[in-house]
């Protein structure tokens, strides 16, 4: 039995810092793991502009602890008001990575998102021209649709086209749910589609959201599917293919608002994500392709370099954090509650000071 595994650093391709008080907390869970990180622009206001996504970067980097090393990758969060020469000059001068559609309406902070895409389409062909990836929230927003459906039919009714009417279009379906979309995206021939899948929709079904009473800590977007997508989802994640790689779009909340009447979306995985990644890999008999999926298929899909720097997970059983204290005297709750995962990730800051 193996007793480390030494690997590529990972990047997140899909994350949620926050800002403030909230970004100081979370952010060393994730610059601890990762390389680099796709940071999610759904801020209140959202980071629609390059020179938003300068400031917000600006931000990120003062928050970092001292000596660590992490790359945040920008996005603008499209509206239909997005100028195509921003985004442009944003991508030129590598201060944008990527754009991120949300549909008006589909989730957190999400008011601002497109409405149709016939208004965003002259920012569509830029992006095409410059091999921008377009971000995809995959979910239909139309409210006569059921909610264990919205992927599926985002997939028929607003995917498909939008590949038909961009044929050079790089696509990323982010944090996909579903076996339909696990298919359609393996079934994609012509490379420039892919996809993201967090930890938590790899390890529970939408039972952990009623689990002897109602879980809002299990609860967000897109929520938690039937047992057979998680199964098809491990089966895509750990078969080795190339465009599926982690996005563990780990999405703190304080309690307060998710122990609510109308409790938020999101899960807040940071602290635990590479090790529950793992524990994944390991029970699938697929620990020799956990480096690609954690460390290759994301950089190669973007097009940037694969990460040098190497970090090694020890099996040694340890427990996450349960929760984490926010200054306000909020906190806020982790993903898997404190328990017991199989792999520790052995700490790199003494190599690296
Ligand atoms: C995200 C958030 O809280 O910002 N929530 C979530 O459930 N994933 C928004 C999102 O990415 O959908
Ligand atoms: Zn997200």
Redesign the pocket.
């Known amino acids: 039995m193996r007793q480390t595994i030494t690997l590529r650093r990972p990047d997140d391709w899909h994350l ?1 810092l926050r800002d403030g008080a909230m970004l100081n907390v979370v952010l060393p869970y994730s610059a601890r793991q990762f390389a680099r990180a796709i940071v ?1 622009p ?1 801020l209140q206001p959202p980071v629609t502009t390059a020179g938003h996504a300068v400031a917000y970067r600006n931000r990120i980097l003062a928050a970092l602890p001292p000596g660590a090393q992490f790359e945040p990758l920008m996005t603008a969060y499209l509206c239909d008001a997005t100028e195509p020469s921003d985004i442009r000059r944003g991508y030129e001068e590598r201060i944008l990575a990527a754009v991120k559609l ?1 549909p008006a309406g ?5 008011e601002h998102g497109v409405t149709s895409m016939a208004r965003v389409a002259r920012t569509l062909e830029t992006m095409q021209e410059l091999g921008m990836p377009l971000l995809l ?1 995959g979910e239909s927003t139309d409210p006569a649709v059921d909610i264990f459906d919205r992927e599926a039919v985002f997939i028929e009714k607003t995917l498909q086209p939008l590949l038909r009417d961009f044929p050079r279009l790089k696509v990323v379906l982010e ?1 996909i749910t579903t076996e339909e979309a696990a298919d359609f995206v393996a079934g994609e021939r012509s490379g420039r589609l892919a996809a993201t899948v967090t930890p938590q929709h790899l390890i529970f079904n939408r039972n952990a959201l009623f689990m002897g009473g109602l879980r809002p800590h299990q ?3 897109p929520v938690l599917k039937r047992e057979r997508h998680r199964l098809a989802l491990r089966r895509l994640a750990t078969s080795g293919f190339e465009r599926i790689f982690i996005g563990t ?1 780990s ?1 703190p ?1 304080i309690r307060r608002l998710k122990e609510a009447a109308c409790g ?4 807040f995985n940071a602290p635990v994500a590479l090790e529950s990644y793992l524990m994944v890999f390991e029970e699938e008999s697929a620990l020799d392709r956990f480096e690609g999926f954690a460390s290759v298929n994301g950089a190669r899909f973007y097009g940037l370099p694969l990460n040098e720097e190497r970090i090694t997970f020890e099996r040694r059983e340890a427990s996450g954090p349960g929760e984490v204290q926010m200054p306000t005297g909020d906190s806020v709750k982790v993903f898997l509650d404190g328990a017991v995962l199989p792999w520790t990730l052995l700490d790199t800051a003494e190599d690296r000071s």
Do not use: R
């Not at 589909?106 to 999400?110: G, K, L, P, V």
């Not at 938020?264 to 899960?267: I, L």
């Open positions: 949620h999610m759904n949300y589909a989730t957190t902070h999400s929230h944090h609860y967000c977007l779009d999405a909340h938020c979306a999101g899960v």
